[in-house]
């Protein structure tokens, strides 16, 4: 092919209009930040990668799904507002734990996820930030894991000044103080 160009330039210049042609049809684009990160996190790439494999195990999932999941946290459209300064990704867990409700949390610096009892067990992951369950004055940093059996009553509060992210997954739902019963799914 590149002889038949060189000595004929009839075919070099018919070449170069559709090379000029396809350059012209095919713009390359540049992802948004947010796009990039669910991107990456879902191909296992993204900022929580880490805890990939830990997602699986407490949601009862593949890794690729736990990846997927994560990749929940970097779109925007994904957080639901339940109060201020706190909002929440809810999704299904896989077979084992179909009846919990499974999720993360997301608390802004200084707000308290309000008093609650948990009417089923809870297992809970931090991702980012340091969380202080206030009730034991115990504190938890990304990559800690903690466990509320059923009946158990605490609060949370979010420190420092990033966001706090944990991914939960809470049998049978959980009490909240002075609010109705919230179960893990709508009878």
């Known amino acids: ?107 802004s610096p200084g707000t308290v996820f309000p008093p609650h009892t948990h009417l089923g067990d809870e297992a809970c992951v931090v991702l980012q930030g340091t969380i202080r369950d206030a009730t034991n004055n115990r504190v938890l940093n990304a990559g800690d894991e903690y466990f509320q059996p059923e009946g158990t009553e605490h609060y949370l509060v979010c420190e420092g000044d990033e966001d706090c992210i944990f991914a939960a997954r809470a049998m049978n739902g959980i009490a909240v103080a002075g609010a109705p019963a919230r179960p893990s799914k709508p009878q």
């Not at 077979?95 to 499974?102: N, Q």
């Open 1 to 107: 092919m590149e002889r038949a160009i060189t000595s004929d330039p009839g075919l070099a210049a018919e070449l170069m209009s559709y090379q000029d042609t396809a350059s012209q049809l095919v713009a390359p684009v540049t992802p948004s930040p947010a796009v990039k990160a669910r991107l990456l996190a879902s191909i296992g790439g993204g900022r929580f990668e880490k805890f990939a494999q830990r997602m699986s195990t407490l949601y009862d999932v593949t890794v690729e799904k736990a990846r997927e999941l994560l990749g929940l946290i970097e779109r925007p459209a994904s957080w639901n507002p339940e109060m201020p300064g706190i909002s929440l990704v809810h999704f299904d867990g896989g077979s084992a734990y179909a009846a919990a409700d499974c999720g993360f949390i997301r608390l």
